[in-house]
């Protein structure tokens, strides 16, 4: 069991590598994030920025986030 819970990453990663393959076969562009930026790539290997991404906000844990009205 041990040595099936080693693989578990590495058949993730395999499986993700292989959805962005199909993805870019099928439909011909992946969205996806780099550094700091939201790009598309297409199956001929352009990469397109549509976005700059804000940088992630670290809160502490266990406080309680309230939407403003």
Known sequence: ???ADARVPE???RAGRA?????????GKVTMVI??????KSASGSITVLRRIDEPVL??????LR???
């Open 1 to 3: 069991m041990e040595l």
């Open 35 to 40: 550094g700091a930026d939201l790009v598309e």
């Open 19 to 27: 959805a962005h393959e199909r993805a870019l076969q099928i439909r």
């Open 67 to 69: 939407r403003r009205k």
């Open 11 to 13: 058949l993730a990663a």
């Open 59 to 64: 809160g502490m844990a266990g406080k309680v």
